[in-house]
């Protein structure tokens, strides 16, 4: 697998830097996915309380990031925009993290919401443009996310068995804030040297019967993990495992991501793709 992902990729300095937003990123996620809910539960929240913080950021994206991310298309540079969006996810974790009982707590976590949830799409829509003109696949850039993810799961269940959950809130603020740290380091101008314009409308796109289908089998997706994301560790901790095992549990599955990612150059591309 090392051989083949080495033979399908190169060294490239955009690819190196985009590899260590990802990194960055889903080593956040790596520790949020598992641990809020833990997190939350150790604040006093009950299973319903849980769950109605951590819908809040689903209803804040449906309505939140299609404006975001038209606005910042239009308007900012997507740089600046993902550095900017990152410091106040990050400034926001801090502020959750002094926040006492639920309507505080859910308060925070949707004014982060707001800004959070444009990062990954404008962060793949922005790293998409600038890999097309190398050259460069996506997916042995993007693997180095579900690496970091990984290892954030184990080292979130570490922190969680030595030292406890009430504290696991300032590893997402180091966490995000290591994440906007290293947006410093993308390049402002998009590159889109060689790349074709391929807009299209909303009701052109809404016509495709491909797209349709690519959206509604991600939404299937998606619903089918919200339970998991939300109860999953606080389900395991209730029949005594402990967080380091947590840990691993989270990290079986995105193995297959990275097998997934790192031989996806070598996947036979649709026909008429780029």
């Not at 190169?10 to 690819?15: N, Y």
């Not at 150790?42 to 849980?50: H, S």
């Not at 560790?233 to 947590?246: E, F, M, N, R, Y």
Request: glycine share 10%.
């Amino acid at each position: 697998m090392i051989r083949i992902y080495f033979k399908i990729t190169r060294i490239d300095g955009f690819a190196l830097r985009m590899a260590m937003f990802y990194a960055a990123f889903f080593a956040f996620a790596g520790i949020q996915l598992p641990y809020l809910p833990v997190w939350l539960e150790a604040k006093g929240l009950d299973a319903g309380e849980i769950g109605l913080v951590l819908a809040a950021p689903m209803l804040i994206r449906v309505v939140a990031m299609p404006f975001a991310i038209r606005l910042i298309d239009r308007r900012f540079v997507h740089q600046t925009a993902l550095t900017v969006a990152a410091a106040l996810c990050a400034a926001g974790y801090a502020a959750m993290g002094v926040a006492h009982g639920f309507l505080a707590i859910v308060a925070a976590y949707a004014a982060i919401s707001m800004v959070s949830s444009p990062l990954l799409p404008l962060a793949d829509s922005y790293g998409l443009r600038w890999l097309n003109a190398r050259g460069l696949a996506y997916g042995p850039v993007r693997l180095w996310g579900s690496v970091a993810f990984i290892f954030a799961n184990m080292a979130g269940g570490v922190f969680l068995t030595a030292l406890g959950a009430v504290d696991l809130i300032w590893l997402l603020t180091a966490a995000m804030a290591a994440t906007a740290a290293v947006t410093l380091l993308l390049p402002r101008a998009p590159d889109d040297t060689g790349i074709a314009s391929r807009s299209k409308a909303i009701g052109e796109l809404w016509r495709s019967r491909l797209f349709v289908t690519v959206v509604v089998g991600a939404s299937l997706i998606q619903a089918s993990h919200a339970v998991m994301y939300g109860f999953a560790t606080l389900q395991w901790g209730a029949k005594g495992i402990d967080g380091t095992t947590i840990g691993v549990l989270w990290a079986i599955g995105v193995v297959a991501e990275i097998v997934l990612f790192a031989v996806s150059p070598l996947l036979p591309r649709p026909s008429g793709g780029p």
